[in-house]
Structure formats: C-alpha cells, structure tokens
C-alpha cells in the first residue's frame, strides 16, 4: 500500500497486511505521518516542555461532589 506523509509529503511503501495499512484503509480519517517527521516533532515538543513555557490544553479538574 503506497501512502503520503502529510507534512513532508513523501510516499512510502508499507507491508498489505500491516496493522497501520489496515487502519489507514478501514478509517478514512485517519492520516499517515512518517518515522522522521514523528520523531522531529517528538523531539520539538519535548524541548518545548523542558523551557516551562508550553502549556497543553487540559481539561479542568472539576470537584464535584455528585
């Protein structure tokens, strides 16, 4: 199955039987990212963390008593 990074726009071959390719062919939704652009924006994001000014989203904390 031949898919398309989407953000580096390079094609890749991946294995028929492969558990992503069946993701990738069951859902639509679902988009492929390669191993270099997820491991750069792993990286990023972890130097982010390390300088305290990245502030994820988070649910709030509700205290109810129900």
């Given at each position: 199955?031949?898919?398309k990074c989407v953000i580096c726009d390079t094609i890749h071959d991946l294995d028929n039987n492969?558990?992503?390719?069946k993701k990738?062919?069951?859902r639509p939704i679902h988009t492929y990212m390669c191993s270099?652009?997820?491991?750069?924006?792993?990286r990023r994001t972890l130097d982010r963390w390390a300088t305290g000014n990245f502030r994820p989203?988070?649910?709030?904390?509700s205290d109810d008593d129900w």
């Open positions: 199955m031949k898919v492969d558990p992503l390719a990738l062919r069951n270099t652009c997820h491991d750069r924006i792993e989203y988070r649910d709030p904390i």
